[in-house]
C-alpha cells in the first residue's frame, strides 16, 4: 500500500488543484466487501469468491506503444474534397455516386461526420 501511496503523491504534483472525498461504506460496497474479504480467513467464502493474483504491480509504468498513421489516401478524402473544395471527378457516374455519399455526412471541426 505504500508503493500506491507515493504514486498517488507523485501524480498530486501534477495537477494544479484536487479534492479528495471521503465516501461512506454505503456508497462503496464493493471496496467494502473486498476490505472484508481481506480480514476474514474463513475457507468457505475464500472458495466462493474469485480472487485474482496479480503477477506485478499495478502501478509500474508500461511502455507506451506509437501507433503508425497511414499516410494512404482514404475512402473519406474525395468525400471531404468534395464538401469544403467542389472538387469532383471526371466520370458521370461517380459524380452521382460521391454526391448521394455527401449528403450522409457533415463536415464539423474539421472532421467528417455521419448525419
Not at 480467513?41 to 511502455?63: M, Q, R, Y
Not at 469532383?88 to 463536415?107: C, Q, T
Amino acid at each position: 500500500m505504500i508503493a500506491y501511496l507515493k504514486k498517488v503523491q507523485q501524480l498530486f504534483l501534477t495537477f494544479s488543484t484536487y479534492d479528495i472525498q471521503l465516501l461512506p461504506r454505503t456508497k462503496n460496497t464493493r471496496a467494502d466487501a473486498l476490505a472484508k474479504l481481506a480480514s476474514t480467513k474463513d475457507a468457505e467464502l475464500l472458495k466462493v469468491v474469485p480472487v485474482e493474483f496479480l503477477i506485478s504491480p499495478s502501478i509500474e509504468e508500461e511502455p507506451q506503444v506509437i501507433m503508425p498513421v497511414d499516410e494512404e489516401p482514404s475512402w473519406m478524402d474525395p468525400i471531404i474534397r468534395y464538401m469544403q473544395n467542389g472538387d469532383l471527378p471526371e466520370d458521370k457516374d461517380d459524380v452521382r455516386r460521391l454526391r448521394m455519399k455527401a449528403a450522409r455526412y457533415i463536415i464539423q471541426d474539421e472532421q467528417l461526420y455521419r448525419r
